[in-house]
């Protein structure tokens, strides 16, 4: 049995211009300049607070850490209700999850910075509340790239680490697989660049989600589009 574990934002969703405003809000609010929008963005995935210290910077006392984090979630909420800031899937990602579903010797998972709540807002929006089988979020683990996100999914499915494959857009993600002793696949179309995914050490890395369900049973390899 393997445990394909998927990030969402940047790998699942694409969320991009929802974050990237909720983040352009908080800012204004905290009467901070705008930043690099590539920057912004590369914050994604990081728990919320940890974000939040990666954008304003490690000197920021606690509690505007905290201050900021709680804008970002009020303007989050608000902008998500607005059918202009709806975030689609990727191209193929309904599909490839719906056909490793379909497999006997795979169970899918999700290790997300989000909330059990946000995540909750998406499997119910897709119909997949009962595709899979173990959630991971920052409400139930450390931050990306600590590996107790994955460590704790292979426990919930009784899938041991070498068996997990990790799907993410963000090196975060990869070195979180990697810590936990499980195998990576980078998708070239998230927050983080192709090569930044690669000296994070992605086992592979894909260009569409049809190249995904073949690596589910590739061993390691030099990563390569």
């Not at 934002?9 to 929802?18: M, V």
Request: net charge negative; hydrophobic share 50%; no cysteine.
């Amino acid at each position: 049995m393997k445990l394909v574990l998927f990030d969402v934002d940047g790998t699942l969703l694409d969320s991009q211009h929802l974050i990237y405003s909720a983040l352009s809000e908080t800012l204004a609010r905290m009467e901070r300049p705008l930043m690099d929008r590539a920057f912004m963005l590369s914050i994604v995935g990081l728990s919320l607070e940890t974000a939040m210290v990666h954008l304003l910077g490690p000197e920021t006392p606690t509690a505007e850490v905290e201050r900021a984090a709680g804008h970002y979630r009020d303007i989050f909420q608000v902008l998500r209700a607005d059918p202009a800031y709806a975030a689609p899937l990727f191209p193929g990602a309904l599909e490839t999850v719906a056909a490793l579903r379909r497999r006997d010797d795979v169970v899918l998972g999700i290790a997300t910075g989000k909330s059990q709540r946000g995540v909750a807002h998406i499997l119910d929006g897709f119909g997949w509340r009962d595709v899979f089988a173990t959630v991971q979020t920052a409400d139930d683990a450390p931050s990306k790239p600590h590996p107790a996100m994955v460590l704790q999914a292979g426990r919930a499915v009784g899938v041991p680490p070498e068996d997990i494959v990790m799907i993410g857009d963000t090196s975060f993600d990869i070195a979180m697989g990697r810590a936990a002793g499980a195998r990576t696949v980078g998708v070239s179309w998230g927050n983080h660049t192709v090569e930044a995914l690669r000296e994070a050490g992605a086992d592979h890395i894909i260009e569409d989600f049809a190249q995904l369900p073949p690596l589910v049973d590739a061993r390691p390899m030099a990563a390569a589009l």
